[in-house]
C-alpha cells in the first residue's frame, strides 16, 4: 500500500513539472496554428489581395483568408477590421468585416460582406 502510494505522488509531482508546450511566440516562423490569443493582438492590418496580419506581443500571426474579401482586396491602409470570435480566442473559420470607416458612416459596418478567416502562420517581425 505504502508502494501504491508513493508512486502516486512521484507520477503527481512528475506531471507538476513536465514542461508546458511552447507558446506560440517561440514557435518557428511558418508554425501554422487555428488560434490566436484575440486579447493579446495589439494591431491589425490588411495586406491586398488575401490577408491580414494580427500583431501581439512577441509574436505576428498572417491569416491567408479562406475565401475572397473585397475589403482585405482594396485595402489602402485606412481600412478598419472588426472581429468577430466567441470567447478570446480568434479561430480558423471565425469572420472579420473589414472596411472603409467613412463609408461604413453612411451605411454602417454590417453592411460590408463577412470574411472567413484561414490558419494562421507566425511570421518574422522586421
Do not use: W
Not at 63 to 88: F, R, W, Y
Amino acid at each position: 500500500m505504502a508502494r501504491t502510494s508513493l508512486g502516486l505522488i512521484a507520477l503527481a509531482l512528475a506531471g507538476c513539472n513536465a514542461q508546458q508546450p511552447p507558446a506560440p511566440a517561440a514557435q518557428a516562423a511558418g508554425t501554422q496554428v487555428n488560434c490566436i490569443d484575440i486579447s493579446k493582438v495589439t494591431a491589425r492590418h490588411a495586406e491586398p489581395p488575401s490577408s491580414i496580419i494580427f500583431e501581439a506581443p512577441g509574436a505576428s500571426y498572417r491569416n491567408e483568408l479562406a475565401s475572397s474579401c473585397p475589403g482585405v482586396e482594396h485595402a489602402n491602409g485606412s481600412e478598419l477590421i472588426q472581429t468577430d470570435s466567441m470567447g478570446k480566442q480568434l479561430c480558423r473559420d471565425d469572420t472579420v468585416r473589414v472596411y472603409d470607416p467613412v463609408e461604413a458612416q453612411a451605411t454602417g459596418p454590417r453592411s460590408f460582406p463577412e470574411c472567413r478567416l484561414g490558419a494562421f502562420t507566425i511570421v518574422p517581425r522586421g
